[in-house]
């Protein structure tokens, strides 16, 4: 999702700019390979909310900064996710996956 032009550098890509909610559940219904969102908070709340969401991928990156963004912020009530599994890095970072 962007408010503002965007052209990607890979394919396939969607850009999706407007009725985020219709957009995803349209390319959801269409065969084809996994979404990813990468880096969005709102809108990762937003499909959340929406019931929009299969499975998420988080990366934990081991370093302590002591602020910023938390977490699925603005989400208004609890969700409960199933731990699938985690892979850990040589650089330490652990990627933990998750049901809803």
Known sequence: MSDKPVTPS???TTVVTAN???DITKLK????KSIA???SNALCVSLMEAALVDEFRLMVNP???GKGTALF???AKPVKLNFIGSRVFKDGNALN???K
């Open 10 to 12: 890979w394919q396939p």
């Open 97 to 99: 996956q998750y049901t």
């Open 37 to 39: 969102i990468l880096a």
């Open 20 to 22: 985020v909610h219709d």
């Open 73 to 75: 912020a603005g989400l």
């Open 63 to 65: 370093v302590a900064i």
């Open 29 to 32: 219904s269409e065969n084809g």
